[in-house]
């Protein structure tokens, strides 16, 4: 408050006391110190009330002249602090210094610290993940979200089975077996709609003796160009692409690779008789086939049932002599009467029992 009177040009008027220009001053700012804050009290009625401790010692050591003088420039001084002109210019000095200060050091807002989330115990980059939002009773949480997004896919896809796959029959096309001119076979996988690695592969078969315009020598130089990929049982050959991001570019590849070895296959600057064919790729497997005598034949079966016959006709005769045992009265018989034991066989048992254990032990 000093640097800011002085800023403004004031000064403490002469006077013969020699505490007044020293002290005048202070007795203006100093003074509401006088004033307690504790409710209840009286404010200050006299001059000296409102003086400090240090001030009201060196007030009482002057002479009574000298506190009139005293009393009579701090009130001259007090009436002109309290003008409203000096008032607006001390209150514009104010506003300007705070201005000042905050530009020179600006007020830095601290973020409240945030601990780090649940998704984010645990990792090095805990700032990164963020914190955990904060639930607020408002929503349902992300795995009930995830089975509601799970329902509502099945009955999306109910609805497409009730309402869009009939119509699918208008679209439906009789099904025409190939034709001679349409020897090669073309095999695709699909997902359903999910993308995966192996969707975009393409198989390509076809049969040697299907290729058009193919002589005796040219389709066994075709065989040898294809080399591992025939198989010489069935007479197919296989191939397959997944070079190419669609199924449509693979299939044109393999399309163009077919065109290709045709074309070498009908060259006749070279037909490859000197190479003989090599199927050591291929392992032949021997099917195991039924024996031709053992085929049920008219006269076999006629032999069982005489065989049968006679065995039915032996054990009747049996039967009457009494000599045929029947094996489910047997077991009843011995159900009904249990074989007694003899006591030395028990004894025996239990002695046998108890070796073994000592042998365990």
């Keep these: ?69 005293f009393e009579q420039a701090a009130e001259s001084l007090r009436r002109h602090m309290k003008s409203p002109a000096v008032e607006g210019r001390l209150s514009a000095a104010l506003a300007n210094a705070v201005h000042n200060v905050e530009v020179e050091r600006p007020v830095i807002h601290q973020e409240r610290f945030r601990s780090a989330g649940f998704m984010a115990l645990g990792e090095a980059d805990q700032e990164g993940t963020g914190a955990d939002d904060e639930f607020k009773e408002d929503d349902i949480s992300s795995l009930a979200h995830a089975q509601l997004e799970q329902h509502r896919e099945m009955r999306e896809y109910a609805r497409l089975a009730a309402w869009e796959m009939p119509l699918l029959s208008k679209l439906a096309k009789p099904f025409e077996p190939p034709g001679k001119d349409q020897p090669l076979r073309f095999r695709y996988t699909t997902y359903l709609g999910e993308e995966h690695p192996a969707e975009k592969k393409v198989v390509l078969q076809l049969c040697t003796m299907d290729m058009p315009d193919l002589t005796q020598v040219q389709r066994e130089k075709f065989i040898k160009l294809v080399g591992v990929r025939y198989n010489p049982e069935s007479d197919i050959v ?31 600057t070279d037909t490859f008789e000197d190479i003989p064919l090599d199927f050591r790729h291929h392992r032949f497997r021997e099917k195991a086939r039924f024996p031709h005598h053992w085929r049920m034949t008219p006269e076999r079966k006629e032999q069982l049932a005489a065989l049968r016959r006679k065995r039915e006709l032996e054990d009747q005769q049996r039967m009457q002599r009494g000599k045929l045992l029947d094996g489910v009265s047997i077991i009843e ?29």
């Design 333 to 361: 018989e011995s159900f009904e009467t249990p074989p007694a034991i003899s006591l030395p066989a028990m004894e025996e048992a239990v002695v046998q029992r108890v070796r073994g254990k000592e042998r365990l032990r």
């Design 238 to 268: 296989k191939m397959s692409c997944e070079m190419f991001e669609t199924q449509a570019q693979n299939k044109r590849y393999l399309g163009d690779l077919v065109d290709t070895l045709l074309r070498e296959a009908r060259d006749p």
């Design 1 to 69: 408050m000093t640097a800011a009177v002085n800023r403004l040009g004031f000064a403490t008027r002469r006077c013969a006391c020699p505490f007044l220009s020293q002290n005048a001053l202070r007795v203006s700012i100093t003074s509401p110190r006088s004033f307690s804050s504790s409710r209840g009290k009286d404010p200050p009625s006299t001059f000296v009330e409102t003086l400090s401790q240090e001030d009201r010692t060196k007030y009482e050591s002057l002479s009574v002249g000298e506190q009139k003088r």
